[in-house]
């Protein structure tokens, strides 16, 4: 009883201390957003604090509350939805009832989680790829891939690709009625760098035979080699999301050695040899100049640290490190940005790059948006925000795939 009285002492004081944290005055629903932000805040309070007196690690504390959101594979009568596994990948499928004269639409999504946590079992992911099934009369399948910190980069990515790799097979595609010329991948987040780098390597393997028609990102993140663009800078203390916590996580993909998270905070963690891959990311050139604003750019330190980590410097991590030649055969991309995100920037250069080599490119920015806010379509969470990029995406894929 002591200790309940306690802990709710704690959460009002801690609520008390975050709820008055400042938001830029276009945020719509202002009051749900800051009291949205105070409680994550307070939850990466919590997580920091177990961590540090030893009870369990940060991620495990934030993985074990999104587990209580997971939901089971429920189906209506529109849709019949299963868990099911593609080889050993657990896949969620989404296939409409009515009888089709054609063959369908299909979309593989991967869900966000900054590789660490998350799954297609989360409402709002599952309410999004009913709706996208539903809207689209198309196939979906929802993939879940292993998670850091137990498992590392390229797991997560090997996971993806194998899943895509089989749904693409001609039989497979056959037995779920699916056009193999209209297949798109999407993700949000950490999902959108997985759906970047299995774009990239479907479209370039002489080996994969089916390619894919369109791909979505949504509020992506794709390059882990610059941590001090303009939009990390801005977004630092940012809603929902901090530089601290972005970092923390994103070193986990790599490694739990606690030097990564430190140096990435000075920006001071990538080798000598990853000098050539600078121009990749080189803001000052990629970025449009109404982001760029009065920021100066200056070049990362390299070569202040002993570890190596390949996966810092590799494409597949980094879906913006691929040369031009890489990026060519992509297919139509549709890329939403967040004024209000950490990760705006990933997603405003991958927009140039891909217009430099001649890629289709359709470019959504969402001046009052804030990341992850595809997550708050389902209630008693729910943001005005997140139905609008949700439509958004939508209508660009009904046109598009
Ligand atoms: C980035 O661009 C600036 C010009 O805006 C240039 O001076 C600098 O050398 C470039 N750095 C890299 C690593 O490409």
């Known amino acids: 009883m002591r200790f309940k009285a306690f802990c709710f002492g704690l959460f009002c004081i801690l609520f008390a201390l975050y709820i008055y944290t400042p938001i830029p005055d276009n945020i719509e629903e202002r009051w749900k957003v800051m009291t949205m932000d105070?409680?994550?805040?307070?939850?990466?309070?919590?997580?920091?604090?177990?961590?540090?007196?030893?009870?369990?690690?940060?991620?495990?504390?934030?993985?074990?509350?999104?587990?209580?959101?997971?939901?089971?594979?429920?189906?209506d009568e529109h849709l019949t939805v299963t868990d099911i596994t593609f080889i050993d990948i657990p896949v969620r499928l989404y296939l409409p009832k009515r009888k089709s004269e054609t063959l369908r639409r299909a979309v593989i999504y991967f869900h966000g989680g900054a590789f660490c946590f998350g799954s297609f079992k989360l409402t709002a992911y599952d309410l999004l790829n009913r709706w996208t099934s539903n809207r689209l009369d198309a196939v979906v399948v929802a993939v879940d891939y292993r998670l850091a910190p137990q498992h590392h980069f390229p797991a997560q990515l090997e996971d993806g690709m194998a899943a895509v790799k089989f749904f693409l097979q001609d039989k497979i595609l056959r037995k779920y009625g699916v056009d193999?010329?209209?297949?798109?991948?999407?993700?949000?987040?950490?999902?959108a760098t997985l759906t970047a780098a299995i774009s990239q390597e479907v479209q370039n393997d002489p080996e994969i035979k089916r390619k894919i028609k369109a791909q979505a990102l949504l509020y992506p993140a794709l390059q882990a080699i610059d941590s001090y663009v303009p939009s990390h800078r801005e977004n630092e203390h940012g809603i929902l999301l901090t530089r601290d916590t972005c970092i923390k996580l994103v070193s986990l993909y790599f490694t739990k050695d606690e030097v990564l998270p430190q140096a990435m905070k000075r920006n001071q963690y990538m080798p000598l040899e990853s000098k050539h891959l600078f121009k990749f990311v080189n803001w000052s050139i990629l970025l449009p100049e109404k982001y760029r604003k009065d920021h100066v750019y200056t070049?990362?330190?390299?070569?202040?640290?002993?570890?190596?980590?390949?996966?810092?410097?590799?494409?597949?991590?980094?879906?913006?490190?691929?040369?031009?030649?890489?990026?060519?055969?992509?297919?139509?991309?549709?890329?939403?940005?967040?004024?209000?995100?950490?990760?705006?920037?990933?997603?405003?250069?991958?927009?140039?790059?891909?217009?430099n080599?001649?890629?289709?490119?359709?470019?959504?920015?969402?001046?009052?948006?804030?990341?992850?806010?595809?997550?708050?379509?389902?209630?008693?969470?729910?943001?005005?925000?997140?139905?609008?990029?949700r439509d958004k995406y939508i209508s660009w894929l009904d046109k598009n795939l």
């Open 357 to 389: 080599v001649g890629v289709q490119v359709f470019h959504d920015h969402i001046e009052n948006g804030i990341h992850g806010a595809l997550s708050f379509i389902s209630p008693p969470f729910y943001l005005h925000v997140g139905f609008k990029i």
């Open 180 to 191: 193999p010329n209209r297949i798109c991948i999407s993700g949000d987040s950490s999902g």
């Open 38 to 75: 105070a409680g994550a805040r307070i939850c990466v309070f919590v997580a920091l604090f177990l961590e540090n007196i030893g009870i369990m690690r940060f991620e495990e504390f934030i993985s074990m509350l999104y587990t209580l959101d997971y939901t089971q594979p429920l189906s």
């Open 299 to 355: 070049e990362p330190i390299l070569g202040r640290t002993s570890y190596s980590l390949p996966g810092l410097m590799d494409n597949r991590a980094s879906p913006l490190l691929a040369k031009d030649s890489q990026l060519q055969d992509l297919p139509s991309t549709y890329i939403l940005t967040c004024q209000y995100d950490i990760l705006r920037d990933d997603g405003l250069m991958y927009v140039t790059r891909l217009q």
